[in-house]
């Protein structure tokens, strides 16, 4: 079994505003081993990109706060560990590739710039060297005519070849981690597809981890090695993808998965899971999932069902199984 590079236990990060406390993220938990790919997958506002963003401690303090919890990278706790040492960390050890690639670049730096800037952040090295690696890394990426990209300015670049510099700037220090928040989100869907098949051979080539956040279950599938389901700002289950798409567990799951088109049966209406998400500011009492759960029984809307394991690496937060 493969070392556990980043761990998040009982993860809570709260937003106080003047409506409320809105619980985005109450009570998160998983192992990311050496070199998987682990996919948290759930419906939006479900957590998931404010649990990415609080591994690295990257949402404005106030609103947002780290209320509970710990997040492990080998013995460094991320939540509390001083910020010079978290900067240490960004980037080089652990970096983060966002949904949006144009309010994460910033418009008045050449693409070349920022990737050199973010190399001799953390590297001493010339800048000539900064910018030859630069160079290489946009022509890793497939982007055509690299030498004249790298002197383009992002506003100058189509919304795919942006997020291709996004990619190629996140890996200027060679991290360890990769932590990507919905990256094909934004792009249609043939730059998904050359997307996707960038992250597969980095895969390939790299021994890397990666945290890649997504909603959609077809892309799990496609490159995740196990996921975690989330729902209410908590992980409801968590297991190798194989088990996720073919044996789900808890009601959520499945609920998803019955949603994923099948495009053999062409006459096959699309399903949906009734009701919304619960509202953060007032999460339901017990399971966050009950009111709108085809099997709930009376303890799930009193208590909270906790993490029971069904099979190996399979675990699942629901009453039906204790
Ligand atoms: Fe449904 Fe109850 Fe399981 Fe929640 S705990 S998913 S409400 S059966």
């Given at each position: 079994?493969?070392?556990?590079?980043?761990?998040?236990?009982?993860?809570?990060?709260?937003?106080?505003?003047?409506?409320?406390?809105?619980?985005?993220?109450?009570?998160?938990?998983?192992?990311l081993?050496?070199?998987e790919c682990l996919c948290l997958v759930?419906?939006?506002?479900?957590?998931k990109?404010?649990?990415a963003?609080?591994?690295?401690?990257?949402?404005?303090?106030?609103?947002?706060?780290?209320?509970?919890?710990?997040?492990?990278?080998?013995?460094?706790?991320?939540?509390?560990?001083?910020?010079?040492?978290?900067?240490?960390?960004?980037?080089?050890?652990?970096?983060?590739i966002?949904?949006?690639?144009?309010?994460?670049?910033?418009?008045?730096?050449?693409?070349?710039?920022?990737?050199?800037?973010?190399?001799?952040?953390?590297?001493?090295?010339?800048?000539?060297?900064?910018?030859?690696?630069?160079?290489?890394?946009?022509?890793?990426?497939?982007?055509?005519?690299?030498?004249?990209?790298?002197?383009?300015?992002?506003?100058?670049?189509?919304?795919?070849?942006?997020?291709?510099?996004?990619?190629?700037?996140?890996?200027?220090?060679?991290?360890?981690?990769l932590i990507a928040d919905e990256p094909t989100?934004?792009?249609?869907?043939?730059?998904?597809?050359?997307?996707l098949?960038?992250f597969?051979?980095?895969r390939?080539?790299?021994?890397?981890s990666f945290i890649f956040i997504t909603?959609d279950?077809?892309i799990v599938?496609e490159i995740g090695d196990r996921a975690v389901?989330?729902?209410?700002?908590?992980?409801?289950?968590?297991?190798?993808v194989?088990?996720?798409?073919?044996?789900?567990?808890?009601?959520?799951?499945?609920?998803?998965?019955?949603?994923?088109?099948?495009?053999?049966?062409?006459?096959?209406?699309?399903?949906?899971?009734?009701?919304?998400?619960?509202?953060?500011?007032?999460?339901?009492?017990?399971?966050?999932?009950?009111?709108?759960?085809?099997?709930?029984?009376?303890?799930?809307?009193?208590?909270?069902?906790?993490?029971?394991?069904?099979?190996?690496?399979?675990?699942?937060?629901?009453?039906?199984?204790?």
């Amino acid at each position: 079994m493969s070392k556990t590079i980043l761990s998040a236990k009982n993860l809570k990060t709260h937003f106080y505003t003047n409506r409320g406390v809105v619980k985005a993220v109450n009570g998160v938990n998983f192992e990311l081993s050496c070199g998987e790919c682990l996919c948290l997958v759930g419906e939006s506002g479900c957590g998931k990109s404010v649990t990415a963003l609080s591994l690295l401690r990257l949402l404005d303090s106030p609103p947002a706060r780290i209320v509970d919890g710990k997040v492990s990278y080998g013995d460094i706790d991320l939540v509390k560990c001083p910020t010079r040492q978290l900067r240490q960390i960004r980037g080089k050890d652990i970096a983060m590739i966002f949904q949006e690639a144009q309010s994460a670049l910033n418009p008045v730096l050449s693409i070349g710039n920022q990737i050199t800037e973010q190399i001799k952040l953390h590297e001493k090295i010339s800048r000539r060297q900064a910018r030859d690696r630069a160079l290489a890394l946009l022509e890793e990426m497939g982007i055509p005519s690299a030498e004249r990209v790298i002197d383009a300015y992002p506003h100058q670049l189509s919304g795919g070849m942006k997020q291709r510099a996004m990619i190629a700037m996140s890996l200027s220090c060679d991290p360890q981690i990769l932590i990507a928040d919905e990256p094909t989100t934004a792009v249609d869907v043939t730059i998904q597809a050359q997307i996707l098949e960038i992250f597969r051979n980095l895969r390939a080539r790299k021994q890397m981890s990666f945290i890649f956040i997504t909603h959609d279950l077809a892309i799990v599938n496609e490159i995740g090695d196990r996921a975690v389901v989330m729902y209410g700002g908590r992980d409801v289950e968590t297991a190798p993808v194989s088990q996720i798409i073919n044996n789900p567990r808890h009601p959520y799951t499945k609920g998803l998965i019955a949603c994923l088109p099948d495009i053999s049966k062409t006459e096959k209406r699309l399903e949906s899971i009734p009701g919304n998400t619960p509202n953060p500011i007032e999460l339901p009492p017990g399971c966050p999932f009950h009111p709108r759960c085809p099997k709930a029984m009376e303890i799930c809307n009193r208590d909270m069902p906790l993490p029971i394991t069904i099979s190996q690496g399979h675990t699942v937060s629901c009453h039906l199984y204790t």
